[in-house]
């Protein structure tokens, strides 16, 4: 049977005005909890569109939803923020993302993703009512590795990135403030999360947007990549059944180590069916019925050559499993596009 949240529980959402925040906000609002959503909106990109997914989510909770403009840099304002509100859960979705902008604004990372996550995650340490603590990790932490599918038990001490790094430097934290102060956690691995309300980095949205102006996309490494698109629906139902699924404090010492007790966990989040790019680009050109202009360039430095989730410890631990093929999940994506920028 399918837990559930525990009722009338009050919830904080860090990185409410973006793509997956703002989905899981209104998941959330849904269901009539509580919902205490923070974003500092920053210029990373379009700052209209984080705005038109609050003014979403916000006419979905009415009196439920709060949101404050808050930069998890800022120490003192996140300890304060935790210490007036008696919150069940954390969601915590805030983060610099992109792969590629880390090569640019490598500070941003550390900033936002190694300080930010400290500051959170050390607030929390006064929440005598949180039940369970759920962060956003990222398949990029598997950086090259040639094992696939990836399981979490693989060894991700090699990224590739420095987005990659900051991500399982996250996953290492949330180990040790666990381990320490008893704090149930999970990171989910997310695998290229697509969908209505995206991101303008992300392929999906650049695509779309170059083939509706006839301009030419570029196809990293001729076309030789392998992605594991995971639509947003799918993605927002498996961590709110992740979050129901509160992890135990299990001595985890299977490596010799001593004292390695910790209620700390990871999961893949992915279709676990990857699809190379070209197919890709097929489908989209297919929902759009209008061909690609493409212009084949080389490998990027940072990024990886083909992901792929194993879904076993998600599927046994949740028994959900994922809806949405890559046709479905692109049509409802260019359906949402063609209508928000008419």
Partial sequence: MKKIL???????VTGAAGFIGSALAERLLSHNFFVIGIDNLNEYYDVNLKLDR????????????????????DGPSIKGLLRDHSFDYVVHMGAQAGVRYSLENPQGYIDSNIQGFFNLLDASKSLTRLKHFVYASSSSV??????????????????VSLYAATKACNELMAFTYS????????????????????RPDMAAFGFLRKI?????????????????????????????????EIPLALDTDTHGY???????????????SPVSLMEFVDILEKCVGKKARIKFVKFQPGDVKSTFADMTEFKHLTGFEFRTSLEVGLKKFVSWYTSYFK
């Fill in 54 to 73: 609050l003014k979403r989510t916000e006419a979905a909770g009415r009196e439920n939803f709060q949101f404050i403009k808050m930069d998890l840099c």
């Fill in 6 to 12: 525990h009722p009338n529980s009050t919830i904080l």
């Fill in 212 to 244: 509706l102006a006839s301009e030419e996309i570029e196809i990293f490494n001729n076309g030789n990549m392998k992605r594991d698109f995971t639509f947003i629906d799918d993605v927002v139902e498996s961590v709110l059944r992740v979050l129901a």
């Fill in 179 to 198: 381990h320490l102060h008893g704090i149930p956690l999970t990171g989910v691995r997310l695998f290229t999360v697509y969908g209505p309300w995206g």
């Fill in 142 to 159: 598997y950086g090259g590795s040639k094992n696939l599918p990836f399981s979490e038990s693989e060894n991700v001490s090699r990224p």
């Fill in 258 to 272: 001593e004292n390695a007790e910790s209620s700390s966990r990871i999961l893949n989040i992915g279709n676990g």
